[in-house]
């Protein structure tokens, strides 16, 4: 299980790629050299790729997870993703574009970015859409394990664990997969 202290050390990398029209399979091949490799790096936590949606343009965006901001920068420096990049350049439109974030700053985008954001109304849906379940999901197995281990009911630590596993599952299971799910919605 991961603490919010784990959370705050945590590092995120998202690239945006514009793939020229007539080269989207070799770039799926370039995604699937690249992936390996950045899992091989130490505090790889996961990788995720948005692919474009069907009738717009032509853009990838790729998800990278580490444990530190240590390790993301480990990768993003090194001579294995440097070789990768100059391989994919003649594959874009527009060179390569990341941007670097530490801890919670995935899930919450700074005031003036240039990044696409869904509406707000649309943005509370979905997270109360996904939050709603795992309340009463946690609630439930935070309360059968009190009664299975023989611990006293306290609102105060239930509810600790609880919005604990929430937050968690959220940041690293929920919202990268739903988010992925109802995207063309979301930018709708």
């Known amino acids: ?13 998202v690239i945006t790629h514009h793939v020229k029209d007539d080269r989207q399979v070799d770039y799926e091949q370039w995604l699937s050299e690249i992936i390996p490799i950045s899992k091989s790096y130490n505090g790889h936590l996961g990788v995720q790729v948005i692919r474009p949606i069907t009738d717009s343009a032509v853009t990838y965006t790729i998800i990278i997870r580490y444990e530190t ?9 090194s001579n294995d993703r440097q070789e990768l990049i100059n391989k994919v350049r003649p594959l874009l439109s527009v060179d390569d574009r990341f941007e670097m974030l530490e801890g919670w700053d995935f899930w919450f985008t700074p005031e003036g970015s240039k990044a696409l954001l869904p509406t707000r109304w649309k943005q509370f849906l979905v997270t109360w859409s996904a939050i709603y379940p795992l309340v009463l999901l946690m609630s439930f197995l935070v309360g059968k394990t009190f009664l299975v281990l023989g611990i006293q009911d306290n609102l105060y630590l239930r509810m600790l664990l609880v919005t604990c596993l929430v937050v968690a599952s959220m940041v690293y299971i929920v919202m990268p997969r739903y988010t992925h799910l109802v995207h063309r919605w979301l930018f709708r």
């Open 69 to 77: 901001k240590e390790h993301m920068h480990a990768w993003m420096q």
């Open 1 to 13: 299980m991961f603490s919010a202290a784990d959370i705050e050390r945590s590092a995120t990398v």
